[in-house]
């Protein structure tokens, strides 16, 4: 199973221009993925730069047949056209996706800073192995107060997770809203997350969560053990960025961990101020 995270700038490159094809055929020239996980897509908003306000949700779902687009809108705003606006996350899978939900994260007031609306989207895929939970997120920027608070949520939401592998099967509920659906412990979460390899956040996200509750662990140490990251932020655009960064990573439960086979940062494309980066875990 081959899966690609990717922060793409509302599918603006360091060369300013907007193309949504070149995300699609840089993904794929990375690895034949089964799941794409897309962070900063943009609906109607042609005030980004490069932008005409594309609707970029359909355009990558129209150019991914054979996908299951999974959608989580962080801002959903009027504009002054009176049009809808979006902002946020979206998860494409070529593995059936069983369930799907959309986790809307904190967001403590910080006057200090910009901010905006975080989401988590997760889908429950039904891999080869069995079900499988994909979580994929950005969290806040600018904030330190409130990408903590995310980080807890993310934790929570884990929690959660395992506790409704649990759950009865109520034959009497079979075929309706309450029917159980499958939500295991094991996950993998991915995101731009605006935090770096050593920080804080970073520690907290892979601390032990409760009994029977599998771990956090980053799919890069795991594979690749004490070696530095490969960065993912500002490796060609020194407009934005002083210099490169880590902040894009790919975690895997404690028990996947042994399933990871590599992880893979493209450094070479320059088709966002991110560099995407693949796992590639054994079915």
């Given at each position: ?40 897509v943009a609906r109607n908003f042609p005030e980004l730069p490069g932008s005409r ?166 799919a890069w140490r795991v594979r690749h053990g004490d070696a530095p990251h490969a ?53």
């Open positions: 199973m081959r899966l690609v995270t990717w922060n793409v700038q509302w599918c603006r490159g360091v060369d300013g221009f907007v193309d949504p094809d070149r995300i699609v055929e840089t993904a794929r020239a990375l690895g034949d993925f089964d799941v794409l996980c897309l962070q900063e306000g594309e609707d970029q949700f359909d355009l990558f779902a129209r150019r991914l047949p054979g996908f299951t687009p999974v959608a989580g809108i962080a801002m959903d705003t009027l504009s002054p056209e009176g049009t809808r606006r979006r902002f946020g996350n979206l998860l494409l899978s070529r593995l059936p996706v069983v369930a799907a939900f959309a986790h809307t994260l904190p967001w403590p007031a910080d006057p200090r800073v910009p901010s905006m609306q975080r989401v988590a989207v997760e889908a429950v895929l039904g891999a080869p192995s069995g079900p499988l939970r994909v979580v994929t997120t950005h969290l806040e920027y600018y904030s330190a107060i409130q990408r903590a608070a995310q980080v807890e949520r993310l934790r929570e939401l884990q929690a959660e997770a395992a506790g409704h592998a649990d759950d009865a099967d109520f034959a009497e509920k079979r075929g309706g809203p309450f029917e159980r659906m499958p939500r295991p412990r094991s996950a993998i979460l991915t995101a731009d997350f605006n935090f770096h390899p050593g920080s804080a956040e970073y520690a907290r996200l892979q601390a032990p969560i409760g009994a029977g509750v599998p771990a956090f662990r980053d960065p993912t932020l500002g490796v060609y655009d020194r407009e934005q960025w002083p210099a490169p960064a880590t902040t894009d990573f790919v975690f895997v439960t404690e028990d996947l961990a042994p399933r990871v086979l590599d992880v893979v940062v493209d450094t070479a494309t320059q088709a966002s101020d991110h560099q995407p980066v693949m796992l590639v875990l054994r079915d």
